[in-house]
């Protein structure tokens, strides 16, 4: 929402000045008609190619960093594609326990999913089983874990490895072998990564 809402507000100031701009140079009312048609057409192609999990996740992360836990809500609240999940290996080291062993817990949960991305060196092809809402046996249900919501479409298992290639997947795959002596507690006892999610979730809520 708050990418909809910068493209929003971006479209109303171009739009303004290209009204300006008509009556400045005493454009017709064509050719204003024509350039506010492509500015709505422009934002909504932003959105389309931007890696907006990314960009949100980064600024959540970012104010995490600087002392503001609010934003944490959204990290373990809202669903979110491997992108998203990216930025948050910065918060593996957070001095915040509660917001660390939460963050570790979910690489953790994702890091099991992604076991099934497979491929030669040069090409992977994910193609994990599609999880759906995690729901931990102890407190809550979060829509956030889609893991792959997106590789699970009809057809999908049909395409060609590079058709299937998500660079995403990939990096979050390596990130996530490099870093497995920081996760290996969550990812060896699921009991205790559903605890941390769980303290991680109602501590995040209170900025609800």
Known sequence: MRVIGLLGITSVVAGFILVVV???R???FNWLLHRQLWVPATAVLLFAILPV????????VAQVQSGNPAPSVQIVSHQV????ILPLVALVDCKDQKIRDGVRAILALWAEDLKSYKGSSYMRTYTGVYRGNWQSEYH?????LLVNAGFSRPGYSSKKPWQRFQLSAYLLQNTLNSMQPKIAPFTENA???????DAFFDYAYKWY
Request: net charge neutral.
């Open 22 to 24: 008509k009556l400045y």
């Open 26 to 28: 005493d454009y017709g």
């Open 53 to 60: 999990d990314w960009i949100v996740n980064l600024y959540n």
């Open 81 to 84: 594609s491997t992108e998203g």
């Open 140 to 144: 809550h249900r979060t829509p956030w």
């Open 191 to 197: 009991k205790a990564r559903d605890l941390a999610i």
